[in-house]
């Protein structure tokens, strides 16, 4: 479901970019998608992202057992999941329109979603270091961490000094949805979720997993 989810994302967004012309990559954010006549394709594609990160949050929460860290990261992961929904359910105001309590919950839960989710992926990253069967997976979700990192704080002084957002926005939904992807990807591997739901239903920590083959 966590696949499914992020290219679902992916392929949606592609063809919004095909279709809408008229906006830009690099002047509008990627929730302006939302607004016209292919709004509901943005809006059912960022739900499908949605339900499938709640899905890898599920995957995550039985693959690194009851390790504290871990449990506050899916928490974290989950509730930024939550955020990315409301905001696919409360679209942005158009661009040039006035601001209505829609777009006020839109900006609201999208802004809190990217920064849950930043925190999320470094407890999570620091979880994979602690657990044998994912120890080999740090460092990649560590480093896409810190891009993601350097990504949204370009985001940031890029709206306060009202630079074109639309570039870093893009470059930081890709190093999220990459970190998902390759998340998702090895929840979904049959030997490492059998050892999993096996480490887990012998009621071992997290910890002494195997390592992954």
């Not at 059912?44 to 995957?59: K, W």
């Not at 974290?76 to 929904?85: E, K, N, P, R």
């Not at 609201?108 to 989710?117: D, I, N, R, W, Y």
């Not at 990807?185 to 390592?211: C, F, N, Y």
Request: proline share 4%; aromatic share 8%.
């Amino acid at each position: 479901m966590g696949l499914v989810g992020v290219l679902t994302f992916w392929t949606g967004l592609a063809a919004l970019h095909a279709l809408r012309t008229d906006l830009s990559v690099v002047n509008d954010y990627v929730s302006d998608y939302a607004n016209g006549p292919w709004g509901p394709l943005f809006t059912v594609v960022t739900l499908v992202h949605g339900v499938g990160n709640l899905a890898i949050a599920a995957g995550l929460g039985l693959a690194l057992g009851h390790d504290r860290v871990a449990r506050l990261g899916v928490l974290l992961f989950t509730v930024a999941t939550v955020g990315l929904i409301v905001a696919a359910l409360f679209p942005t105001d158009p661009v040039g329109a006035q601001q209505t309590v829609t777009g006020l919950v839109h900006r609201v839960a999208a802004t809190g979603s990217f920064a849950l989710e930043l925190v999320a992926l470094a407890l999570l990253g620091l979880a994979f270091r602690s657990a044998a069967a994912w120890r080999s997976y740090a460092s990649l979700a560590l480093g896409l961490t810190v891009v993601a990192a350097l990504m949204l704080a370009w985001l940031l002084v890029s709206i306060s000094l009202q630079w074109p957002p639309g570039l870093p926005e893009r470059a930081a939904l890709l190093t999220f949805t990459v970190w998902e992807f390759t998340t998702a990807l090895l929840l979904a591997r049959p030997v490492h979720a059998a050892r999993a739901l096996s480490t887990r239903g012998r009621g071992g920590r997290h910890g002494d997993a195997p390592e992954m083959v």
